[in-house]
């Protein structure tokens, strides 16, 4: 069983940064692409971010110059580095480890989820 821990949710209020964290077994780290997702209350998850295997990065338009995903290769961890939080981007927030490979298909592993919530 593969297991995402991940931390640093937290009440902030509007304006506020935070920053998540994801530690991720090193058979894991080394080769899936990394992700955060988020899901609020009636709503679907989404993906906020992520990250390749080789350091490139995707952004949701809703964060894009607002949030920043980096990875420790030294510590095996995922980073969600949260500037500009408004209201709307209270959610649980999940980490993500994904890979496709033609011959087996998607493999995807998922955290517990760790509560932002911004409010003032």
């Known amino acids: 069983q593969v297991q995402l821990e991940e931390s640093g949710g937290d009440l902030v209020q509007p304006g506020g940064s935070l920053r998540l964290s994801c530690a991720v077994p090193?058979?894991?780290?080394?080769?899936?692409?990394m992700g955060w997702y988020r899901q609020a209350p009636g709503k679907q998850r989404e993906l906020v971010a992520s990250?390749?295997?080789?350091?490139?990065?995707n952004y949701a338009d809703l964060v894009k110059g607002r949030f920043t995903i980096s990875k420790d290769n030294a510590k095996n961890t995922v980073y969600l580095q949260m500037t500009g939080l408004n209201p709307e981007d209270t959610a649980v927030y999940y980490c993500?480890?994904?890979?496709?490979?033609?011959?087996?298909?998607?493999?995807?592993?998922w955290g517990q989820g760790t509560q932002v919530t911004v409010s003032s």
């Open positions: 993500n480890a994904h890979r496709e490979v033609v011959t087996i298909g998607n493999t995807n592993y």
């Open positions: 090193g058979s894991i780290f080394s080769i899936y692409t």
């Open positions: 990250i390749t295997s080789r350091g490139s990065t």
